[in-house]
């Protein structure tokens, strides 16, 4: 090679020291960015110039022109990022399941289940001081301001859950918003990176490109976030998009995004995560779309919660399930659907079990007021301590074959029609027996104390008959219901932060693992900038090396 041409070999080892140099000081500077992935130098021989092709050798006669800096890596294992982004959703699920039930127990608890549980204490005791003297009027205003307090209190707790599903219900807004901006981020980076490193060539068979590790970097924080948020799959093509998929729905493909609808529940104000592009719709005389939702929501909530079938993935599914679909109420909890619907969800069952606490007390109490021959209005209608605040309670019994002919009887329930339901929304105590306590009396018509029905309201307290949901077969009384369901919520609440816990522990193990890849190792950077140092001296020292030739050749033999 002529001499001149050899500084172009001394200069393409300067350059790349210096480009690898920069590489390993761009890593040292990043040790402690978050979300920084470590970039590694890829060096290649600069293709060869033939001098002579001879075709009876072996191989024809080249000089080769020196290194070249092929390209900037980022160094990442697909394996581990699938691996955290499954572990990070499920950790996420999880943690709101716990926060959410150590939530509801704060609104049951109120002080470890001291207040609300106070009224029902009281309430019991009142109709203990009942037994003891029904005659009594002091006994009977006191037993009428129980029942006045207990049903203020049931209302204060059902009111709390219903704010706690509204809360949840603003969650849900907020989480789709965020998962929709992330997909509209990564369809601008796919963008991005695809505009920078779509311009390759080739060197001896090499691909030498510019790559966008920053912009990359970005791209995969956004998917570390989002798989906290739902269950997602992703693939980055050899164009370098990357599609993401949503409980296995196209999200971002190619150049677009599908963005997450939200449809309202007009009863409840409820948000219903859907798509769009999967959903029918007609236009409205204003323009805008009425859709039809069936078959089009993000999640499937019937589906059973299991790590095996992976339904226990993604922040916003475990949000949707905390908060369920309606308010609930005791007909819930009665449902032979119950299993399917609304155990798995936290604030609805709580609501379902503690509306039938409320339910049983108020029903056993007004029936067997309603059994006196002597308490009634001035309607001759039973005199009922509670009532529902849109229809009446009991109607007489006109049917001759039935057992209770000529009886008032408590007016048949239709489960479809809410405001005939004794439910803690529903209820109101008698205005008539707060204002006169007295007329309660429990004197029948021949002025005998009635000992029998204040014993009956005591027997209904104590008789163990009712169960919390289908699936608890313990019989427990009024007294202990209330305790069993607040035990319920924070045995519970202590399994689901267990669950959290061991997967916190688990998303570490595949973060430390992960990290061992993608982190930036100082040791072995300072290696890599000590080799590289020498080799940027050596190409030095070789122009050096050449340009003394050239002057003496100049100088002394020119």
């Not at 798989?227 to 164009?239: N, Y």
């Not at 909530?301 to 109420?329: N, Q």
Request: charged letters at 25%.
């Amino acid at each position: 090679m002529p001499l001149m041409g050899s500084f172009y070999v001394g200069l393409s080892g300067l350059q790349t020291g210096q480009n690898a140099l920069n590489t390993t000081a761009h890593n040292l500077s990043n040790i402690d960015t978050e979300g920084y992935t470590r970039q590694q130098t890829l060096l290649a021989t600069r293709r060869y110039n033939t001098l002579k092709k001879d075709y009876q050798a072996v191989s024809n006669q080249e000089i080769g022109l020196g290194v070249l800096y092929a390209a900037s890596r980022q160094v990442r294992d697909v394996f581990l990022d699938k691996t955290f982004r499954k572990e990070s959703g499920r950790s996420a699920f999880y943690e709101v399941q716990a926060n959410s039930l150590e939530e509801v127990e704060n609104l049951l608890g109120e002080m470890e289940g001291e207040n609300f549980q106070k009224t029902v204490s009281d309430l019991w005791t009142a109709i203990q001081e009942l037994a003891k003297d029904p005659g009594n009027s002091v006994n009977q205003g006191l037993l009428v301001q129980s029942c006045s307090a207990f049903v203020d209190r049931s209302k204060a707790v059902y009111q709390a859950l219903e704010d706690y599903q509204n809360n949840l219900n603003r969650q849900v807004y907020d989480k789709v918003t965020k998962i929709n901006e992330y997909g509209k981020q990564l369809v601008e980076l796919n963008d991005k990176i695809r505009q920078i490193e779509i311009t390759n060539t080739r060197i001896n068979n090499l691909e030498i490109n510019e790559r966008a590790n920053d912009l990359r970097d970005t791209r995969n924080a956004i998917l570390d976030e989002l798989s906290k948020l739902c269950d997602i799959t992703f693939e980055e093509a050899i164009d370098t998009n990357v599609s993401v998929q949503i409980e296995g729905i196209d999200f971002v493909k190619m150049d677009r995004y599908f963005e997450i609808g939200l449809d309202v529940d007009e009863t409840t104000g409820f948000y219903i995560p859907f798509w769009p592009q999967n959903a029918q719709y007609r236009v409205m005389a204003d323009g805008s779309k009425q859709y039809d939702i069936r078959n089009a929501e993000v999640f499937d909530l019937s589906r059973e919660i299991s790590s095996d079938l992976d339904t226990d993935i993604g922040e916003l599914k475990s949000i949707l399930l905390a908060r369920g679909d309606h308010r609930a109420d005791y007909t819930d909890v009665k449902d032979a659907n119950y299993n399917s619907t609304v155990s798995q969800s936290i604030v609805m069952n709580v609501q379902g079990e503690f509306d039938q606490m409320v339910h049983n007390i108020v029903t056993a109490i007004n029936d067997i007021m309603a059994k006196t021959d002597y308490m009634k209005d001035v309607n001759g209608e039973p005199l009922q301590m509670f009532k529902k605040i849109t229809t009446d309670g009991y109607v007489m019994d006109t049917d001759p074959a039935s057992p209770t002919y000529n009886q008032w009887v408590l007016k048949p329930e239709d489960e479809n029609y809410k405001d005939s339901l004794y439910t803690v929304k529903n209820l109101m105590i008698n205005v008539t027996l707060q204002q006169n306590p007295g007329r309660l009396s429990f004197r029948t018509e021949d002025q005998r104390i009635d000992y029998d029905t204040a014993e009956a309201l005591k027997l209904a307290f104590t008789e163990e008959k009712y169960n919390l949901n289908p699936n608890v077969k313990k019989t427990v009384n009024f007294i202990d219901y209330y305790q069993d369901l607040v035990a319920q919520v924070a045995n519970s609440g202590y399994v689901y932060r267990a669950f959290a816990t061991n997967q916190e522990a688990t998303v570490e193990a595949a973060s430390y693992a992960r990290e061992q890849v993608v982190g930036v190792a100082s040791d072995e950077e300072l290696s890599n900038m000590i080799r590289f140092q020498n080799a940027y001296n050596a190409s030095s020292r070789y122009i050096n090396v050449i340009d003394e030739m050239l002057e003496h050749l100049i100088d002394k033999l020119g």
